[in-house]
């Protein structure tokens, strides 16, 4: 819904994924933090340069 030239969208932004996660899927999510969202954007040498999380805590789901 389009409100005042303005609208609410998202994405997901991913990685080729790391050892412990290749035999599920071969991408991972990027996490970026709230405080680095800013700087994320507009600097893409910060953008490719970041160190993102190597790794995911595996839980189990009952």
Do not use: C
């Not at 991408?27 to 910060?46: A, T």
């Amino acid at each position: 819904v389009i409100v005042n030239n303005t609208f609410d969208s998202f994405v997901i932004i991913t990685k080729e994924a790391t050892t412990p996660v290749k035999g599920i899927h071969d991408r991972i999510p990027v996490i970026i933090n709230k405080n680095e969202r800013v700087k994320w954007l507009k600097d893409i040498s910060f953008a490719r340069t970041k160190k993102y999380q190597e790794s995911i805590v595996d839980l189990k789901i009952s």
